[in-house]
């Protein structure tokens, strides 16, 4: 296995796919000649020409609209928002046609196209630049939302994104794109819906996706130190949530910290607690503990920005409070 | 009711130098009067609470409807806004099955679970039936955009109101599809009123074919009260759009003769305007009076003609209503493709 980052792992999927199917194109804005703005596209308009990877104007509706009927007259397409806040300039054509596009035509049309691009807060860029929106699609039916936390997965879980036959948002990492692991060569998939174990425990369940896994693993080496041995979960994919895979460990631990970088009302965190509570309430020992970010906008200086984020100590403070060891 | 294709026989009449034979004016004269009586019982439908919810007839632009469909191919998309019924009627959707989506049962040209806003039939390649204001447009570069990927020549009919043309989705798309030259038909039902709110107190600019022009593209203003002009204007459009040279902005002129949907008693028109409309512009006795002079039929024929389609249409109401409602158990159909077992939220299950 090869070590390379997290945007090459990306770039191979969709490299990989485009291969295999012509029916699949990559469009969005600084896509093809600028190699992408945060070169996930690096070389694929040398490899596969304008006829596939397409710069578009700044035009967010237009384009995810254009890709809804792409992929209602059969085609499959990768449609790239350089991040996903402006996505919401497109968000009638994601929730008022593709997700409802199977559905309102009695299955005869239907949107199988991977939205994609970096969400989550990125660094020193304020409130517009910096968000966890996540919750807002994992709430609709007719979608699913996967979202990566390390290069292997990025790789595995966007080709079986492109190759669903489904509207995927798939929510890539800002900060994680420089990333590098080892990732297996060719053809990789990962199936959607599966969640992984990132590290195995015994003492509390840490449910962690996209940046927050890689915190949730950070703050289980400091836990370990202090005597407290968790586990680590990855759900991947955040709709449909695989989760038995957090119920079976929370049967084990009894205890469950859940971590989102987006903010705490109605979140991800708020919805797994919830199914927790709900299918496993007698194996809890204690209340599940959410660490969230902030319920504020993103602020821009250092200080401020490090604040509203979740941190690496927060989390050892509330595995430690579920654990009662505060 | 499906209004087959092309002048085969001798010349009926001609419009502007186009030949249309007796077939082909009977056809046409024949779907734009099925699409009027087809509203007209909608409407009853809808007074005897058997159609619900939001419900926007087309009585009065039936020639654009019908004179469309004339001059497309069979393969050509279409989609539209939600004022849709006369669209796929005259596209040759089974209207039992569009009168049965009205009337929420199982035989429903989507199963019952679109309604009078979306009414979408993939065999005819009529894409929607879309319910909010302007949507279609995107979508529609998107089956162009599709056409040019795969060359295969067929041109997106993307229809939209003088409503529909104030969002910006509609300048978003105008753009792309002239930077790309996407094969497009942007027509505009320009019926004068955006809900209750007229032309003019919504837009700057209320030559609306003009509306391309800072994206380079071209547009034309057509009598869409005129089946014929309708159908030669249009294959105008769909011409210079399959020859790869781009978009065409077509805005057809017409008036609606009922209020925006059934709970709108417009009062915002006066009855003098409407009755201009109706008796000096109608297109159904537009077309009527041309066939009657050029001796292809009498008052009397076409008095018989409404009888019989009166009588078509009753029956395709009872024979809706007949049919159940939708299964209890679809309600959980066709939301996504590729399930995915043991994941949440579970398929067809509560909690």
């Known amino acids: ?326 | 009711m499906v209004a087959t294709k092309k002048q085969n026989d001798g010349v009926g009449l001609t419009h502007e130098g186009r030949e249309y034979s007796a077939e082909t004016l009977h056809e046409m004269h024949d779907m734009m009067l099925y699409i009027r009586r087809f509203e007209e019982k909608a409407g009853q439908m809808y007074g005897l609470k058997k159609i619900g919810g939001f419900c926007h007839l087309c009585n009065g632009q039936e020639a654009i409807c019908v004179g469309m469909q004339q001059a497309a191919e069979a393969t050509d998309y279409m989609m539209t806004s939600y004022r849709d019924h006369g669209h796929i009627l005259a596209r040759g959707s089974d209207p039992t099955a569009v009168m049965a989506e009205l009337l929420g049962r199982a035989g429903g040209i989507v199963g019952g679970k679109g309604g009078s806003m979306h009414m979408f039939d993939i065999e005819k390649n009529f894409a929607g039936g879309n319910g909010i204001v302007g949507e279609q447009v995107p979508i529609g570069i998107g089956f162009g955009f599709a056409s040019q990927y795969r060359d295969d020549k067929r041109v997106s009919i993307t229809i939209m109101g003088d409503g529909g043309i104030n969002q910006g989705a509609v300048y978003e798309s105008f753009n792309i599809a002239s930077l790309w030259k996407l094969p497009v038909v942007f027509v505009i039902e320009n019926n004068q009123y955006a809900m209750g709110t007229s032309l003019s107190r919504a837009s700057a600019e209320t030559h609306l074919f003009k509306r391309g022009i800072s994206f380079k593209v071209p547009g034309m203003q057509v009598d869409g009260m005129d089946a014929l002009e309708v159908e030669r204007k249009m294959g105008e459009a769909l011409a210079h759009a399959r020859s790869g040279e781009g978009p065409m902005i077509v805005e057809m002129m017409t008036y609606r003769y009922r209020g925006h949907s059934m709970s709108d008693p417009a009062t915002y028109r006066t009855r003098g305007e409407v009755d201009e409309w109706r008796s000096g512009r109608d297109p159904i006795a537009r077309l009527q009076k041309q066939m009657i002079a050029a001796g292809l039929a009498t008052e009397e024929s076409f008095k018989e003609k409404d009888k019989e389609i009166k009588k078509a249409v009753a029956q395709v109401a009872k024979d809706a209503e007949a049919q159940p409602e939708p299964d209890p158990s679809v309600l959980w159909d066709d939301i996504i493709t590729d399930e995915i077992p043991g994941a949440y939220p579970y398929p067809r299950q509560v909690g």
């Open chain 1, 1 to 326: 296995m090869a070590k390379i980052t997290y945007r090459e792992a990306l770039n191979q999927a969709m490299c990989n796919e485009m291969e295999r199917d012509d029916r699949v194109f990559l469009m969005g804005e600084e896509v093809a000649e600028y190699n992408g703005a945060y070169k996930v596209s690096q070389g694929m308009l040398d490899k596969f020409g304008p006829r596939r990877v397409i710069d578009t104007p700044i035009t967010e509706l237009g384009f995810a609209g254009l890709g809804v009927g792409a992929s209602m007259a059969g085609l499959r397409p990768i449609i790239e928002f350089m991040t996903w806040n402006f996505a919401i300039l497109a968000m009638d054509q994601i929730v008022n046609a593709a997700a409802k596009m199977k559905y309102m035509t009695g299955g005869q049309y239907s949107c199988p196209m991977v939205f994609r691009g970096a969400g989550g807060a990125a660094a020193r860029v304020s409130s517009q630049h910096s968000q966890a929106l996540e919750n807002w699609y994992a709430n609709i039916p007719g979608l699913k939302v996967v979202m990566p936390s390390n290069p292997a997965d990025a790789k595995g879980l966007l080709a079986a994104s492109i190759r669903d036959n489904d509207t995927v948002i798939f929510i890539e990492n800002e900060i994680n794109y420089g990333d590098v692991s080892e990732v297996p060569e060719g053809e990789y998939i990962v199936p959607l819906g599966k969640a992984d174990v990132k590290r195995v425990g015994k003492d509390v369940t840490l449910v962690a996706h996209s940046r927050m896994t890689g915190y949730a693993l950070a703050a289980a080496e400091e836990l370990a130190k202090q005597g407290i041995d968790a586990e680590v979960i990855d759900p991947r994919t955040i709709r449909p949530l695989d989760e038995a895979t957090i119920l079976t460990s929370v049967a084990k631990t009894n205890r469950a910290v859940v971590i989102e970088e987006g903010w705490r009302f109605a979140g991800i965190g708020a919805e797994i607690s919830a199914r927790i509570m709900e299918k496993a309430f007698d194996d809890l020992d204690a209340p599940v503990i959410r660490v969230t970010g902030k319920d504020v906008p993103m602020p821009y200086a250092a200080n401020l920005e490090t604040l509203a984020l979740p941190s690496v100590a927060e989390i050892v403070e509330a595995a430690r409070a579920v654990c009662n060891r505060n």
